[in-house]
């Protein structure tokens, strides 16, 4: 187990703490944190999720013969991984959390504006490797396919449908390209100045950023004006600001 719930058995392992009393410690200091730094939303969702987590636990614990379902721990492992990652990313791609390790992953990505995937990897091995020395060997393996699955799934839930595509465009014909791209796809552009390799010539690349559905219509506006455009496709997790988190400014073409 990884979170509270994963330190608390190491506790109880070494000093003989009960392990409710120790989670409840820990997630109560970790819930008092969150609302300090995170505000109160997240401290409200997370009181929310706290009190569904344990219902909707023992309803599924009431399934008749799930405990049947597999005999395959591996298999188990694995659905475990994807149902937990797909769940937590869902709860955290709103700002909340399931309260416990959640709130201290929360903290350390508004801290240090990584992935909370990565923190979730590094908080989850230290608790299960901390685990190691009182747990079989298979068990300890087990334990990390289900983490390494909870934090990719995690992770692809959090980015779902904020990728885009990003194009890069070095052509001689740069200008017609930056009008085509503003004018029929509506898009935003940026001009950068670089010099070429080969000739040293100064010109501008042409950058712009779009929905993947957009990406064949732009690459067959710039082939139409320049087949031998250099063009480097490039796909970006998120994007922020008018037109894509904020409304999209009317766009006024200067020839």
Same mark, same amino acid.
């Given at each position: 187990?990884?979170?509270?719930?994963?330190?608390?058995?190491?506790?109880?392992?070494?000093?003989?703490?009960?392990?409710?009393?120790?989670?409840?410690?820990?997630?109560?200091?970790?819930?008092?944190l969150?609302?300090?730094?995170?505000?109160?939303?997240?401290?409200?969702?997370?009181?929310?999720?706290?009190?569904?987590?344990?219902m909707?636990?023992?309803?599924?614990?009431? *399934?008749?013969?799930?405990?049947?379902?597999?005999?395959?721990? /591996? #298999?188990?492992? =694995?659905? %475990? $991984? @994807?149902?937990?990652?797909?769940?937590?990313?869902?709860?955290?791609?709103?700002?909340?959390?399931?309260?416990?390790?959640?709130?201290?992953?929360?903290?350390?990505?508004?801290?240090?504006?990584?992935?909370?995937?990565?923190f979730?990897?590094?908080?989850?091995?230290?608790?299960?490797?901390g685990?190691?020395?009182?747990?079989?060997?298979?068990?300890i393996?087990?334990?990390?396919?289900?983490l390494?699955?909870?934090?990719?799934?995690?992770?692809?839930?959090?980015?779902f449908?904020?990728?885009?595509?990003?194009?890069?465009? *070095?052509?001689?014909?740069?200008?017609?390209?930056?009008?085509? /791209? #503003?004018?029929? =796809?509506? %898009? $935003? @552009?940026?001009?950068?100045?670089?010099?070429?390799?080969?000739?040293?010539?100064?010109?501008?690349?042409?950058?712009?950023?779009?929905?993947?559905?957009?990406?064949?219509?732009?690459?067959?506006?710039?082939?139409?004006?320049?087949?031998?455009?250099?063009?480097?496709?490039?796909?970006?997790?998120?994007?922020?600001?008018?037109?894509?988190?904020?409304?999209?400014?009317?766009?006024?073409?200067?020839?």
């Amino acid at each position: 187990m990884g979170g509270t719930t994963g330190i608390a058995i190491v506790i109880n392992r070494f000093f003989s703490i009960d392990t409710a009393i120790t989670v409840f410690i820990l997630n109560a200091f970790l819930l008092v944190l969150g609302l300090i730094v995170l505000g109160k939303k997240l401290f409200m969702t997370t009181v929310a999720s706290t009190l569904l987590y344990p219902m909707f636990l023992g309803i599924m614990q009431r *399934i008749p013969n799930i405990e049947k379902l597999t005999d395959d721990t /591996l #298999l188990a492992a =694995l659905f %475990a $991984g @994807v149902l937990m990652g797909l769940s937590l990313g869902l709860v955290m791609r709103v700002g909340s959390s399931t309260g416990g390790m959640d709130i201290a992953n929360l903290i350390m990505h508004k801290w240090f504006h990584k992935p909370v995937s990565v923190f979730v990897y590094i908080t989850d091995f230290i608790v299960v490797g901390g685990q190691a020395i009182i747990s079989k060997p298979n068990q300890i393996l087990l334990g990390i396919v289900v983490l390494v699955l909870e934090s990719l799934v995690l992770e692809q839930v959090m980015i779902f449908g904020k990728s885009q595509i990003q194009i890069y465009v *070095i052509s001689d014909k740069f200008e017609e390209i930056r009008i085509k /791209l #503003l004018s029929q =796809l509506q %898009a $935003g @552009v940026t001009l950068q100045y670089i010099e070429t390799g080969a000739m040293q010539k100064q010109q501008k690349a042409v950058m712009c950023i779009i929905p993947s559905r957009k990406l064949y219509r732009a690459t067959e506006l710039i082939h139409e004006i320049d087949g031998d455009a250099f063009i480097t496709i490039t796909k970006i997790k998120e994007v922020r600001g008018h037109g894509f988190t904020q409304e999209q400014r009317p766009i006024q073409i200067e020839y």
